[in-house]
């Protein structure tokens, strides 16, 4: 399960939101673009917590970023690695949680 930091390097959250934002625009995705949360993770490998069928992934911790954005009523997951482009997570890994809500990565 990815965990979530708050000593993470701060990277400009503002490149990260305009990265989302254009590819929103080319997704032909049109609205004010809200940022629910983001949030400083580390994953357990390169997919980011959302990996794709047939895709082969590095096996190593990767430091980067989940920004939860709204556009209308829709939502929307990104990830970026510390370095990199966002990927639009579609079919996010279930977090595992305590049973009180709380995801066990941030206990």
């Excluded at 400009?12 to 989302?20: F, G, I, P």
């Excluded at 254009?22 to 949360?37: F, H, Q």
């Excluded at 990767?62 to 370095?83: E, H, K, L, N, P």
């Excluded at 639009?88 to 049973?99: F, K, N, R, W």
């Amino acid at each position: 399960m990815p965990t979530t930091s708050q000593d993470f390097p701060t990277s400009d959250s503002s490149q990260r939101l305009e990265a989302v934002q254009a590819d929103l625009a080319e997704r032909g995705v049109t609205g004010e673009v809200v940022v629910v949360s983001s949030t400083a993770m580390t994953w357990n490998d390169g997919s980011l917590g959302c990996p794709q069928p047939g895709q082969q992934y590095t096996q190593a911790l990767v430091q980067g970023w989940q920004m939860i954005v709204t556009v209308g009523d829709q939502t929307y997951d990104y990830r970026f690695a510390s370095a990199g482009a966002p990927l639009l997570c579609e079919s996010p890994l279930p977090q595992v949680t305590d049973g009180s809500g709380v995801p066990a990565s941030a206990r």
